[in-house]
């Protein structure tokens, strides 16, 4: 397999590629949201019909207790290893919707200065969508060429976005249909489009909503101000103690597991291209933030966070309203660094939040997802195959770096498979996942076909040694 065939089978069929991703993200599969439980489920259908397509056998939509996994395989030799792909077809609700500059299901491609070549603005295109689509892509390749060097099953779920809750059981259940070697996974990113790298490491997350009431129902703030505690102006007080003036959070024991990296470790991480000038302008901030004795890289690496994602009470219409609400809530996340535990700190979490309300007051914690963090191997046949590729495609060697972002499953596939994984991402921080306006590079994508297919040979050629 040559890297020169692969890149001129992807340009030849450009066009095509992008036209059938296409039709993928304008399918609103949005898990979060009961809306849109329809759509879902036609993602999947959408998915199970693409990998038949480009060559995949036993081919089902698995049901589950909520949205359905989507498996497929190719088996050539039992002898030969074998790679589980993973991905995820649902997507982030596409709110705020007036802030996006065109339709979030509608795909189009617009250039950037971050992507002159243009890249495809759409919800899903890069998380995780696009990112799917390219391993498809990459595996029609294969199977059309005849170049398949092992074999390979897909495991692409509808419930990521929701916290993969019925993935365990899916696992636990068909330990033996998923019996591989290593899992390949791409929904993380790259340093820059000249700066290539790999993630091997990744924080946990813990996720709760919190509720404090008040009164037994809205009052109103001239017959009651100033003598009835107000739930918004209380939690607000709340939230500003779990943190102190350097940035260090207070919830007691919560850095007890707090794996802490050498200064050798420390400078080899902060030697990855970055410039907090950079950092600043790219989010339009002028002044950079965070716990105190860190870098900007660590903080946002190996260090463990807290964030209120949300929050909200009382009246928020047009107009004026003049009310003591009788609730207000927010929704709390924390990133987790290694050895720390999701349910050990959603523990911590709410004995805290309990301890510190006034008792003018009640409250309710509500723990939603969660995963634990992970660092992968960087000495296996598996990171080495995809260190080889993206360098052969990329012309540089891939950097080894630390995500801030999580991805739970990866710890589950550890605990559950017994497999490790390898974070072989093509998208960038700037392609604004989560948010309005998400967007995958047109050169990331097809990047991303052109190196799997080479991973694929690498890996297969590394087993044997």
Known sequence: MEYNHVKQ???????RFLDELFELLRIPSVSADPAYKNDVFKTADEVKRQLVAAGAENVEVCQTKGFPVVYGEKIIDKNLPTALV?????????????????????PV???TPIHPDGAIFARGSCDDKGQV?????AFEYMIKNNCLPCNIKFMIEGEEEVGSVNLALFCEANKEKLKADVVLISDTGIIANDVPSITIGLRGLSYVEVEVTGPNRDLHSGLYGGAV??????????????????????????????VELSADERAELNKAPFTVEEFRNSIGLTEIHGEEGYTTIERTSIRPTLDVNGIWGGYTG???????????YAKISMRLVPNQNNDKITGLFQ?????????????????????????????????????????????KKPIPTR??????????????????????GFGLDSDAIHSPNEHFGVFNYLKGIETIPLFYRNFAALSKS
């Not at 089978?9 to 066009?15: E, G, L, P, T």
């Open 9 to 15: 089978y992807v340009h030849q069929n450009k066009q």
């Open 86 to 106: 993973y991905g995820h077809y649902d997507v982030q609700p596409p709110d705020p919707m007036d802030l996006w500059k065109s339709g979030p299901f509608e």
């Open 109 to 111: 491609i617009r250039n």
């Open 133 to 137: 689509y390219m391993h498809v892509k």
């Open 229 to 258: 505690a107000n739930p918004i102006t209380i939690l607000c007080e709340m939230i500003a103690k779990m943190k102190d003036q350097n940035n260090h959070i207070t919830l007691p024991g919560f850095y007890d597991d707090v």
């Open 318 to 328: 047009e107009g004026a309203k003049t009310v003591i609400p009788s609730k207000a």
């Open 351 to 395: 004995k805290y939040f309990e301890e510190i309300a006034p008792p003018s007051v009640t409250v309710k914690v509500r723990p939603h997802h969660g995963g634990n963090p992970v660092v992968t191997p960087t000495t296996s046949a598996a990171y080495r195959a995809a260190s080889m590729a993206m360098e052969e495609t990329f012309g």
């Open 403 to 424: 995500s801030g972002g999580s991805v739970p499953i990866v710890a589950l596939f550890k605990t559950v498979l017994g497999l490790d994984s390898v974070l072989m």
